[in-house]
């Protein structure tokens, strides 16, 4: 059995920071691309950022490109997101995403955690 347990999700004050982790269990995931989603109460599933298998490439959403960083440590079967410099509208639960491509695409991931809550108060 597979699974994806992201954890670090909290409440901070805007311009404050979070690192987010997810962890993957069952067996190994070094040749997955992995990337990170997130959804605000009413609003559209959105992309967050992506990695290559390798942890070569990235990929982020333009509303948080130079604020967050996606990384890996393939050893360990981990994935983080450092988040900096948040603001109130990144308020949303996280998602931690497996899939054999590298891709802004939800379609594209065959694997979800179950998520972790971020809340920034302003």
């Known amino acids: 059995q597979v699974h994806l347990v992201e954890s670090g999700g909290g409440l901070v004050q805007t311009g404050g920071s979070l690192r987010l982790s997810c962890a993957a269990s069952?067996?190994?995931?070094?040749?997955?691309?992995m990337g990170w989603f997130r959804q605000a109460p009413g609003k559209e599933r959105e992309f967050v950022a992506a990695?290559?298998?390798?942890?070569?490439?990235?990929t982020y959403a333009h509303s948080v490109e130079g604020r967050f960083t996606i990384f890996r440590d393939i050893a360990k079967n981990t994935v983080y997101l450092q988040m900096r410099s948040l603001k109130p509208e990144d308020t949303a639960v996280y998602y931690c995403?497996?899939?054999?491509?590298?891709?802004?695409?939800?379609?594209?991931?065959?694997?979800w955690g179950q998520g972790t809550q971020v809340t920034v108060s302003s």
């Open positions: 990695i290559s298998w390798s942890g070569d490439s990235t």
């Open positions: 995403v497996r899939g054999s491509y590298f891709s802004s695409a939800a379609d594209e991931y065959d694997l």
């Open positions: 069952g067996r190994t995931f070094s040749n997955y691309a």
